[in-house]
């Protein structure tokens, strides 16, 4: 098999790792094609042979060129979130220069159950797998659950004061390690079916905030207490922290999708995509001591 094999947002978080699975798969470099609004920042792949491409989702034009030729396309979900629309056009955008490309296959990542999700861009991710299924493609949508890096944002600071004030109640979820995201996403891309699926990529083991609490102070050997106030008290002190007013329901969103449950689910598709079991949180918080303390 040789089919050309495309990653958007290749400089991203997620776009890096995808480049580092798919070339220690053994990929040969020239049949990946890596894209970028700045494609200087991929030199170091440059020299290993893969393909850069300059693909701008603001720029249909860029990405009719940087797709043209391409045969597997991953669609990683962009991070605009400032300007209510602006992501699922630039989605379509994308989709749109994907059927025009040809493309034989296209995959993208979405987020777990976007049709009930509480998120206010959970539509964003609907819509995009909607019109994917539009073009009738053969698809591969990838739901990735909540990352365990996402921890980062929250639990420094609520290490430094030993409380770490949540809307979640006793709302549990299974993170997953962006990592192993990554190689789910670079197994279904270089995948060689032409069937469709849709997966919900989690951990192994849900966790309530209390527990995940609790496995951060084992792991830091700090003290860290969970306040449980409203989303509306979580809301206040996001605000009072000076965090961006857009950003502020979205993050309290993630609180209350929690509690009611929308992210309630454990499955297997990492192991079946990857053949490998996900990285702990208990392992990865192990891992990230470091971190966690700056």
């Known amino acids: 098999m040789s089919d050309t094999l495309l990653v958007t947002g290749a400089t991203g978080q997620l776009g890096k790792l995808v480049l580092d699975q798919l070339l220690a798969s053994g990929i040969a470099p020239a049949r990946i094609i890596a894209t970028s609004r700045d494609t200087t920042k991929l030199a170091n792949y440059i020299a290993r042979g893969v393909q850069a491409r300059v693909a701008d989702f603001d720029d249909p034009a860029s990405l009719d060129q940087a797709f043209?030729?391409?045969?597997?396309?991953?669609i990683i979900s962009t991070d605009a979130l400032d300007q209510p629309g602006k992501r699922l056009k630039q989605h379509l955008a994308a989709v749109a220069a994907a059927k025009k490309a040809g493309a034989k296959h296209i995959v993208?990542?979405?987020?777990?159950?976007p049709e009930t999700s509480v998120i206010p861009f959970a539509p964003d991710h609907l819509g995009t797998e909607n019109a994917i299924k539009a073009t009738g493609i053969p698809y591969t949508i990838l739901r990735n659950g909540w990352y365990m890096e996402n921890l980062f944002m929250a639990l420094p600071h609520a290490l430094e004061t030993g409380q770490w004030y949540s809307s979640s109640g006793e709302g549990r979820l299974a993170h997953i390690a962006r990592g192993d995201a990554a190689k789910a996403a670079a197994a279904a891309l270089a995948a060689s079916t032409s069937?469709?699926?849709?997966?919900?990529?989690?951990?192994?083991?849900?966790?309530s905030t209390d527990e995940i609490a609790a496995l951060v102070a084992k792991a830091t050997g700090k003290s860290l207490n969970v306040v449980h106030i409203s989303d509306e008290a979580l809301a206040g002190g996001l605000k009072s922290a000076g965090l961006p007013d857009f950003l502020i329901p979205i993050v309290v969103s993630f609180d209350a999708n929690t509690r009611g449950g929308h992210i309630d689910m454990v499955t297997g598709d990492v192991t079946a995509l990857t053949g490998a079991t996900p990285v702990t949180l208990a392992?990865?918080?192990?891992?990230?001591?470091a971190r966690l303390a700056s």
Request: net charge negative.
């Open 68 to 74: 043209a030729g391409a045969d597997r396309i991953l």
């Open 108 to 113: 993208y990542t979405s987020m777990p159950s």
């Open 195 to 207: 069937e469709s699926h849709t997966y919900t990529l989690t951990g192994g083991e849900l966790r």
């Open 283 to 289: 392992a990865f918080l192990e891992a990230s001591k």
